[in-house]
């Protein structure tokens, strides 16, 4: 019997090393950033909606995200930004706006200033709206209220301008606080 209680907690010893090894908690830091850009790039793949063989490749405008490496992308937490960062204005509007959703999952206060970057200097009207109801996953700071009041004065595409007054309802100048 006292064999068997020594086997099995060497057994279970050996389990949570090994699982503790494969923890996204305890990868180093190329390995998150290898994993984030497989994310990216596959989020950011136009799903084919068209056979393989039409004559016509219909794709899809949608953005699908895996829902474990979603959860992935949340254990990462902060360490995840600046890995997602480096997508932030890119030339390809996709991979930035799945940057900027898996930038929302994560939250707090490392992604306003991505998400910041994105509304002073994407070119993309729906990046800029989608870093707008992303920004709702930090907190409201003054410096996240003057922005959301500037696009909502000066962006020059209406619908983020207009996205930009509701999201003022959860962060004014005067609700941020000091």
């Known amino acids: 019997m006292v064999l068997r209680t020594v ?10 090393v090994c699982f ?3 923890s996204p908690n305890q990868a180093r830091p190329q390995e998150i950033a290898s994993r984030i850009d497989a994310i990216v790039q596959r989020a950011a ?4 909606l068209s056979s393989p063989s039409s004559p016509v490749k219909i794709t899809s405008g949608q953005i699908f995200f895996n829902p474990d490496e979603v959860a ?11 890995t997602l960062s480096k997508y932030i204005l890119d030339r390809n509007s996709r ?3 799945v940057a900027i959703r898996l930038l929302g999952v994560i939250g707090g206060p ?10 002073d200097k994407s070119t993309s009207s729906g990046s800029r ?34 996205q930009a007054r509701e999201e003022a309802s959860w962060c004014s ?6």
């Open 173 to 178: 100048v005067e609700s941020a606080p000091h």
């Open 45 to 48: 793949e136009p799903m084919v």
């Open 129 to 162: 709206y989608e870093a707008l109801l992303n920004l709702k996953q930090a907190q409201c700071t003054k410096e996240v209220a003057r922005a959301i009041l500037r696009v909502s004065q000066s962006d020059s595409d209406a619908n983020v301008a207009d």
């Open 95 to 97: 991979i930035e706006r």
């Open 20 to 22: 503790a090894q494969n």
């Open 72 to 82: 992935e992308i949340q254990r990462y937490g902060a360490r995840a930004v600046p």
């Open 7 to 16: 086997a099995l907690t060497a057994v279970v010893s050996l389990c949570g």
């Open 110 to 119: 490392e992604i306003v200033r991505p998400l910041l970057d994105v509304l």
